[in-house]
């Protein structure tokens, strides 16, 4: 099994930390990074995350982590990606979301040998993935409730 390069990993991580939270608000534990600030320009910041998502996904891939923590990295991306659709809203949530943080946090545990994915990895992504199979039926299910109460004639 590939091992991740020291200088790789050093690289990605001094990013996701200059993303994710180079800066603190003043008088506060709260910090953040250039992707929420980046995030307040309409388009631009939309295209800063999945680009270094995108490195992260195929230094992991390159290095043989497990499916179940890639996909995790995934929704990881996919949810920070679904918040920052809401303008304003979603670069708060940049915030405090630090998916980019997250995944290098997981690339750095699953990139040596013998170490195996976690119960809670299996759990996050089943869970994201009922999540979003819900969210597929709802308009379904609100549909057929609508039509339920429609009286036929």
């Known amino acids: 099994m590939a091992r991740v390069p020291g200088p790789d990993l050093d690289l990605l991580r001094r990013w996701a930390i200059l993303l994710d ?6 008088g506060t534990r709260i910090r953040f990074g250039l992707d929420a600030l980046i995030g307040l320009i309409p388009g631009l910041g939309d295209l800063v ?11 992991a891939l390159r290095v043989r982590v ?3 923590v890639l996909a995790r990295m995934v929704v990881n991306a996919a949810f ?23 995944n290098v946090a997981l690339l750095e545990r699953h990139a040596q040998r013998g170490v195996p994915p ?9 869970a994201s993935l009922a999540v979003v199979a819900l969210a597929a039926l709802l308009p379904f299910v609100v549909l057929f409730w609508l039509l339920s109460r429609v009286p036929w004639f």
């Open 49 to 59: 995350a999945p680009v270094f998502t995108v490195m992260v996904l195929l230094t």
């Open 21 to 26: 939270s180079a800066f603190r608000v003043p």
């Open 66 to 68: 497990p499916k179940i």
């Open 118 to 126: 976690s119960r809670g990895d299996y759990v996050f992504v089943g």
């Open 80 to 102: 920070d990606a679904v918040l920052g659709v809401v303008p304003l809203a979603g670069d708060i949530a940049d915030v405090f979301w630090k998916a980019d943080l997250r």
